[in-house]
């Protein structure tokens, strides 16, 4: 049984930091890119970070470049998505998903809130 579950979210005032962790069962999680995406209230989702299979490469949105980081530790099938900086705008239900050419999971989301 596949599984994705995310966890780490939570309310956080503004310029605090919180921790993904988002830890995959049930495939191969070396084989998949990994990424992040996230959605607020009335927006469509958006992409926020994507790592390669092996780490090797990273992308992401313009909006978080240089306040989060991914990464990945394939031992423990785990994921991460650092979160730095944080504003208000950042608060939205957070996704990971586990994506091949022709495979595709998704984890339940976790709610992250910035505020004062």
């Known amino acids: 049984q596949v599984q994705l579950v995310e966890s780490g979210g939570g309310l956080v005032q503004p310029g605090g930091s919180l921790r993904l962790s988002c830890v995959a069962s049930?495939?191969?999680?070396?084989?998949?890119?990994m990424p992040w995406y996230r959605q607020a209230p009335g927006k469509e989702r958006e992409l926020v970070a994507a790592i390669s299979s092996v780490g090797g490469i990273t992308n992401y949105g313009d909006s978080v470049k240089g306040r989060f980081t991914i990464s990945r530790d394939n031992a423990k099938n785990t994921v991460y998505l650092q979160m730095n900086s944080l504003k208000p705008e950042d608060t939205a239900v957070y996704y990971c998903?586990?994506?091949?050419?022709?495979?595709?999971?998704w984890g339940q989301g976790t709610q992250v809130t910035v505020s004062s």
């Open positions: 049930g495939f191969i999680f070396s084989s998949y890119a």
């Open positions: 998903r586990a994506k091949r050419t022709y495979t595709d999971y």
